[in-house]
């Protein structure tokens, strides 16, 4: 038996930020993830990696990590490689951060997103990240696409 899931693949590190639960919030330039507002999304980790540092900078200054957490934490997400699904995270709502939004605010939400310059993108809450038991090989695909995962590797 399996379990057919919407399934959008992230680049690392942010693949493996969202399904340790520090990455909360993704974005988008556009409203990709709304139709999936209180469903599950998979997981699937891209062979390519996020081209820019952003991630690295937000992890050691506003999270403070010191570069021995932020190692194991990238090590963590790699645990099951790249061109597999991983995992799955429940999708909560959308909605565009404004380009007024500053201050705390703003903060909060780059921390949530792991990236800065949020402004006029389309944010989704994401929770209750968890990893497969074992990973999926698939190959990605652009935008959403659907999965069929096993329900022996659901975890």
Not at 33 to 38: D, H, K, Q, S, V
Not at 52 to 61: D, F, H, K, P, T
Not at 76 to 93: I, K, N, Q, T
Request: glycine fraction near 10%; include cysteine; aromatic fraction near 6%.
């Amino acid at each position: 038996m399996s379990v057919q899931v919407c399934c959008l693949s992230f680049r690392q590190p942010y693949a493996g930020l969202v399904l340790d639960g520090v990455k909360t919030v993704e974005s988008r330039w556009r409203p990709l993830l709304a139709p999936l507002e209180n469903r599950t999304l998979a997981v699937h980790i891209a062979q390519r990696d996020w081209e820019g540092e952003e991630w690295r900078a937000v992890l050691s200054g506003p999270l403070g990590m010191n570069p021995a957490q932020i190692e194991a934490l990238l090590e963590s997400g790699e645990r099951f490689g790249r061109g597999v699904v991983a995992g799955l995270v429940d999708v909560g709502g959308t909605w565009l951060c404004p380009t007024s939004l500053q201050g705390d605010e703003l903060q909060h939400l780059e921390r949530s997103a792991v990236l800065i310059g949020l402004q006029e993108k389309h944010l989704t809450q994401l929770s209750n990240p968890r990893w497969l038991k074992e990973p999926l090989s698939s190959r990605g695909g652009r935008d959403l696409w659907t999965v069929d995962i096993p329900t022996e590797l659901l975890p």
